[in-house]
């Protein structure tokens, strides 16, 4: 079966168009590659500058301040570590307390 000219023009016109398309949508998708590359690296060094600030404020605060955050922890939380810890009390007891401090199983 033989191809007319228009056929043959037509084909190469196609072939041509595509590898138009082809390369318009290439350098898309670079362009979006290299933004988001950019756009992650601005995050990172936000990121890194607020860590290091946080870790510089830390720093300056007095270590007195972390006792008392952790007393604070430790007696608000000295309730339920007790009845985690007591393997005495029979589980019907247990969830009643559980229930009665607001938790739901």
């Known amino acids: ?3 007319s000219p ?3 023009a ?3 016109f196609k072939k041509a168009q595509q590898a138009i398309d082809g390369a318009a949508a290439m350098a898309q998708y ?3 590659a290299h933004a988001t ?3 992650t690296a601005r995050l990172r060094a936000l990121r890194l500058a607020k860590e290091e600030a946080d870790a510089a ?4 605060k007095p270590a007195t301040g972390k006792k008392k955050t952790a007393a604070k922890s430790k007696t608000a939380n000295s309730k339920t570590a007790k009845s985690k810890k007591d393997k005495g009390v029979p589980l019907s007891d247990w969830l ?3 229930q009665g401090a607001g938790r739901r199983s």
């Open 1 to 3: 079966m033989a191809k």
């Open 96 to 98: 009643s307390s559980e």
């Open 6 to 8: 228009q056929d043959k």
């Open 10 to 12: 037509d084909a190469q």
């Open 57 to 60: 404020e830390a720093a300056s």
């Open 30 to 32: 670079e362009a979006e």
């Open 37 to 39: 590359r950019e756009k």
